[in-house]
DNA sequence: GCGATCTTGTGAACCGGTTTAGTAAACTAG
DNA sequence: CTAGTTTACTAAACCGGTTCACAAGATCGC
């Protein structure tokens, strides 16, 4: 592999004039700039990343941290990063923590220690103030999707109050009065957003008849499974439920299916997120839809547009809208009479 | 941030020292190593990835190039990719090529240029020279999931050739007589063998009377919603569909379940990949899995336990078994009697 | 008592860029 | 003709590690 000296040699020139005229501060005349592009192109020259990266102290990565990479949400947000980081130039490095504590600060010393220069953090259980002080201690890291009470940097979250409120609406006006909520670990902000919404919404619009269940656990199939078990056990049985997330939709629908409940006839069912082909289900999945690509898009904005001098100004949240996707899982309850 | 030198003074020694005694090739007496240790402890030292990288001249990174991270399938692999490649110490950077040979050429530079020590290249369309020509010049790169013609470099599928014979055989036992085959691109070495180990099973097993048509397209929804909506055109219509991806089999039932028409009932559908809650739609498909899992796994040795030496015997070819997982979409046809 | 060997290190080169500070030569203005 | 400016470059330091080659002092065998 050529190098710079290799270069400078076979154009005549110095390393320095070779460096300084490939990053534009430096003019030459005709002649010397086509003896360098001679040069460059007979040796084949591509500047080696790593000295440049220490040279300049940058690595050209944003580091991106999830609970996980195989489930449609995050695949898709990852995906989003991706794109993104590449129109800058950037390479991605991919962390997946499964959700635990250690690792999450593991990923967080990276930024610190200069493999990265920008974090992307997404955790999936309820802050740790541990973490929330590595988040401060790392420098140019946002937090987007769930909250880590504590962290003062730019985060970066959907709007799960109003998602909550849309499907709350949006039960009570199809006429239910008695539904459940299967949610998160109840410590999880964007649970707890989620179900303050909801039932501002439901309750808003039930009027005072309004009465809602709730079934806390993980964002996993099994969660729904087991919400969905205990619904079919729950005497009387709500009307209608509001999994909020998908594949808490698609566990509890699993459950439902598999007992002969029929979906919306005996009960209705939205969902939240939306990123996965819930509509080609039966039935097809009413859900909020999550604006997961702009999610991730507007990430990369924050990490690397924001001004991380000023620590005053840094420590602010931003909410990105969703909207309720209507198919066929929600239908009028029945008439117990 | 401290450095070596720094640690070096405090412990009152030199670079050279704590440098080899931290690599292991230096054993000091206690008294050193306490010095060294609390200098390190003092200074919170943590070495330079820069500076270790251009000195040592490698990367500690696996580039993972693959056509998109969104859908299940490349999820679920890049998934394990990152779950191996985090076991051995190694960062994993992601590169999303939607499928174009641009791209693909880019990041193949990528590894050519010292970015990552190991390339693990998927594709997603037909072979093509250019694209087999930077592989082998690349060093270091593994081709998995679909072949690329002319790369002379470790390659890793699931066996199509089985595959295909498991669902072949499956529909020829239930009854299936005429058939069609819902395939990817035609160009494309996994689609091809596929077919070929299908058309093998189901021949074999139904006999003379064996009819099998055939459409090819891409591995996506709307490449199945094409192919369900000309399988409803035809006539005499085949018994049975073998979608040979979960994107085709999900989009061939969507369209199906619209025109109404049943299945198992009026007819039959065996899908490809298994990486998609297959087992929760209406009905639970049937379909040939493929251990994706594993595959990443697998991949990740074989760029860094191959000898990348001995270019002669690198160009191997690895298949990883798949198996049939039986549900409910197959059924023997109706007797047109 | 003396060379050999072991212990415990070290100085300096090297990886390959970027950048600061500065210079020789040509040109311009008065 | 000369001082001042511009053009066209460069030497050397720097980023922060790794490693080769070598060495001072202690110990050991004979």
Request: include cysteine; charged fraction near 25%.
């Amino acid at each position: 592999m050529a190098n710079l000296q290799d270069v400078a040699k076979a154009a005549g020139v110095s390393k320095t004039t070779v460096s300084r005229f490939l990053n534009g501060s430096l003019e030459l005349p005709d002649r010397t700039v086509q003896q360098i592009e001679t040069a460059i192109r007979a040796l084949n020259y591509v500047p080696n990343p790593h000295a440049r990266r220490l040279s300049l102290g940058r690595s050209d990565t944003v580091a991106l941290v999830v609970p996980d990479i195989a489930t449609p949400f995050f695949a898709t947000f990852v995906s989003a990063v991706e794109e993104a980081a590449d129109a800058r130039g950037l390479t991605l490095a991919l962390h997946a923590t499964l959700n635990r504590s250690r690792r999450e600060m593991k990923y967080l010393d990276f930024i610190a220690h200069g493999h990265a220069d920008g974090l992307i953090f997404v955790t999936n259980h309820a802050s740790d103030a541990a973490v929330a002080a590595k988040i401060n201690a790392a420098g140019r890291c946002v937090v987007v999707d769930e909250d880590v009470v504590g962290a003062e940097v730019p985060k970066l979250f959907c709007d799960n109050l109003q998602g909550g409120a849309l499907a709350g609406r949006h039960l009570a006006e199809a006429g239910h009065r008695h539904v459940l909520f299967v949610g998160g670990v109840e410590e999880m902000i964007s649970g707890a957003r989620r179900y303050q919404g909801f039932r501002r919404g439901f309750e808003q619009c039930a009027g005072p008849q309004a009465r809602i269940d709730r079934i806390c656990g993980q964002y996993t199939y099994e969660a729904g499974h087991a919400a969905a078990r205990r619904f079919l056990q729950s005497d009387p049985r709500p009307t209608a439920i509001f999994a909020s997330s998908d594949e808490l939709a698609i566990g509890t629908l699993e459950v439902l299916r598999e007992a002969g409940v029929s979906v919306p006839r005996e009960v209705s069912l939205i969902g939240f997120d939306d990123v996965g082909p819930l509509h080609l289900f039966a039935p097809a999945i009413t859900a909020v839809r999550q604006p997961v690509r702009d999610l991730g898009r507007r990430a990369l904005e924050l990490v690397f547009d924001s001004d991380w001098k000023d620590r005053e100004k840094l420590h602010s949240e931003e909410l990105l809208p969703v909207r309720l996707i209507a198919r066929e899982s929600v239908a009028p309850p029945i008439r117990t009479t």
